[in-house]
């Protein structure tokens, strides 16, 4: 009768049956605990999940004591827990269970095995739904390792393993692993299970949104539908799940324009997830931010704030303040604040989710591949230029707007080079024993420190100052002994109090970047990002050093004036150095030299000529810079008074300003000198070489 959904009526049958076992078997029979799960079945198809919670802890009970604490069935009923648990938002409760019940599984039989799959599936899922994706991937590719090796290539339970893991790779903005391993999954679900099965519903939910992440909006929309169409067949049309498929498309129709289907469909989604899961579940918390997105896209502020605040509540409280999930509701309400004209206010939101993506990067970069370490620099790439359009279009005036955005500029850049360097760091360390140890307990910590971080709900704070004290002993430990390690750790690490103490007195640092603005008060069908510009942040050295930012202007025109620069240096090299196979005349010389001369010019009154007012006297420069200017030489342009830029400053190249935080350590004796000297600049190349 469960299986053919005919809940209401076995309800109460699977409750006297319950009676019954009791009844005849007595509490600590196998047979109670049975049809106790049964009746918690019922109630999870239902859409009751805390009916089934105190069913689920008795069956444990009753199983540990009957059949031993370490039995297979005792696993199973934990793992059940576990998916109980996730679905009353107790993310921390529900991954000590998963692990629990993995932990059990492996230990009655090894790690091949349809259960012990199902739960590592489980447990990168919630994994990857609280944002732990260094401890999501391995988990979900030994996953489909597991279940290739168990069921071959073309079975469901593969197919699950498939799906989950490009959902994975989709959070991490990663669709072009995702799309192949989303069409094989739905390929063989809909073959091996038919057409029509919520399996198959969930992998077109999936695949539509990939589709609408790439702007490929006509062929996502049937997936939705078909999808919303397929669970409310089997599920019921208040099932949670339809509501997911419902904001999902409401999403996607709001990008396409379509407002009123929509509005529609957000508040339908909305309405079954408060009465299926209760007003304080991180569901009902996702949809009122995408309706209040909705709301802010439409120039109605007045019905967003409400929600985005309370969407912020709800997501505080079940996953704990320092959550990345917080990050979107914070970023959502400064997006608000700003439209309505308060860009004060945006920006104490915006330090906020700044910190709270300090942590989450500390973390990440501890844990994971290099791959997904850049995927997660993409993903944090929004978050600073919202920083940086805050302060270029609204608070250009306002020094704690300014070191906010020049602060997250510099901190980007370190975690960018320290990103990079990390497996360069792990391989220096391998051939010291203790360094390699210590480097490998680091990791650890960061793990655990993320999986109580990430987990949500409240985690133990003394916990968590523990392992702090142990991440800042390793770290310190790691720092004394390798010059490398400390190196781009302190990068990381450096602020502008930091950076303002290494800058040489007589130096300024000129932080340059490229970013996509973003469009705080677009609505409807209009951009939401506006063309690139490039900035230019001056810190002068001191403790608190004062920061200028200057809007340098249009990328397009400033890469447009550096692409012909770049191409008078080219065509002036092959007339001096007589590349050309014909001769050069004088002419053609004279004009080439004018023709860079006029490039270089028309460069540095774009680019540095609005930096001159803000350099404070100072002659030595100090250059982080982005996009284009990352490949000209400064010194070679030249003022409008025909002088070049090194006869009056001397420049010094980083790729990041934290760099400057390095050369405060003395380096390293040197055990001899080699000298360059004399080079000649005009040599042509050998004809016979």
């Not at 599920?235 to 929509?262: C, F, R, S």
């Not at 997006?335 to 989450?360: D, F, H, Y």
């Not at 403790?543 to 008078?568: E, H, K």
């Amino acid at each position: 009768m469960i299986n053919a959904e005919k809940l209401q009526e076995a309800l109460p049958l699977a409750q006297k049956v319950a009676d019954i076992a009791r009844a005849v078997k007595g509490d600590p029979s196998t047979e109670y605990a049975d049809s106790l799960e049964n009746l918690a079945t019922v109630h999870r198809r239902l859409a009751k999940p805390a009916k089934a919670e105190p069913l689920y802890l008795q069956s444990i009970q009753i199983r540990s004591k009957a059949q031993g604490p370490k039995h297979n069935d005792v696993a199973a009923a934990t793992q059940s827990l576990a998916e109980v648990c996730w679905e009353l938002g107790a993310y921390a409760k529900a991954i000590q269970r998963y692990s629990e019940a993995l932990d059990l599984f492996k230990q009655a039989g090894g790690e091949e095995r349809p259960y012990v799959l199902l739960c590592m599936n489980n447990l990168a899922f919630i994994y990857r739904e609280t944002g732990q994706y260094p401890l999501a991937e391995p988990l979900s590719i030994r996953a489909t390792q597991i279940a290739e090796q168990l069921f071959g290539p073309d079975h469901e339970g593969t197919a699950t393993a498939l799906n989950n893991l490009a959902t994975l790779y989709y959070d991490m903005a990663d669709c072009g692993r995702a799309e192949p391993l989303l069409a094989r999954a739905l390929k063989t679900r809909t073959q091996r299970l038919g057409p029509d099965h919520p399996a198959v519903a969930n992998t077109l939910n999936n695949l539509a949104g990939i589709y609408q992440k790439l702007g490929q909006y006509p062929k996502a929309e049937p997936l939705y539908l078909r999808s919303i169409d397929i669970r409310r067949k089997t599920l019921g049309e208040n099932h949670p799940d339809v509501a997911i498929n419902m904001a999902n498309l409401a999403a996607l129709y709001n990008d396409m324009g379509e407002y009123e289907k929509a509005e529609s469909y957000s508040l339908r989604a909305l309405d079954i997830q408060t009465k299926a899961r209760g007003e304080d579940s991180s569901e009902v918390a996702r949809c009122l931010n995408n309706l209040a997105a909705f709301y802010c896209d439409r120039g109605r502020l007045g019905e967003a704030l409400p929600l985005i605040k309370q969407a912020l509540a709800i997501r505080a409280r079940a996953l704990g303040p320092s959550h990345p999930a917080v990050v979107a509701v914070l970023e959502n309400m400064a997006g608000s604040r700003v439209a309505a004209g308060r860009p004060r206010e945006a920006l104490e939101l915006l330090q906020r989710a700044r910190q709270i993506t300090e942590k989450q990067t500390e973390m990440i970069l501890g844990v994971t591949s290099e791959a997904d370490k850049l995927a997660f620099l993409r993903l944090i790439e929004g978050d600073l230029d919202m920083r940086l359009s805050l302060a270029c279009q609204y608070l250009p005036d306002d020094p704690d707007a300014v070191a906010l955005a020049a602060e997250s500029l510099v901190r980007s850049k370190g975690i960018t080079l320290e990103a990079l360097s990390r497996q360069q760091d792990a391989a220096a360390l391998a051939d010291d024993r203790e360094l390699s140890d210590a480097y490998a307990q680091l990791r650890q910590v960061l793990q655990e420190m993320a999986r109580l971080t990430l987990a949500g709900a409240s985690p133990d704070e003394n916990q968590i100052k523990t392992l702090e004290t142990r991440k800042d002993e390793l770290e310190a430990l790691l720092s004394r002994r390798s010059a490398a390690f400390g190196q781009t750790h302190k990068t990381r690490l450096a602020d502008l109090h930091a950076v303002g103490q290494a800058i040489p007195p007589g130096a300024v640092l000129v932080e340059l970047c490229r970013p996509n603005l973003f469009a705080f008060k677009a609505t409807g069908k209009q951009a939401k990002w506006l063309p690139a510009r490039y900035l230019a942040f001056v810190i002068s050295p001191g403790n608190t050093p004062p920061v200028r930012m200057m809007d340098l202007g249009d990328a397009a025109t400033i890469d447009d004036a550096v692409g012909q620069f770049r191409q008078s240096v080219k065509v002036t090299q092959g007339a001096f150095r007589g590349l050309s196979l014909e001769p050069i005349k004088q002419e053609s010389r004279t004009k080439a030299r004018q023709e860079l001369q006029r490039n270089s010019t028309r460069l540095h009154d774009l680019v540095f000529q609005p930096l001159r007012n803000h350099l404070a006297g100072a002659r030595h420069v100090l250059i982080s810079p982005e996009g284009s200017l990352a490949g000209i030489p400064f010194e070679a342009l030249i003022d409008p008074k025909g002088s070049f830029l090194i006869e009056q400053y001397t420049f010094s190249y980083l790729t990041a300003g934290g760099e400057l935080v390095r050369y405060t350590q003395p380096s390293p004796k040197a055990d001899g000198v080699v000298v360059l000297a004399n080079p000649d600049f005009d040599m042509a190349p050998d004809p016979s070489s």
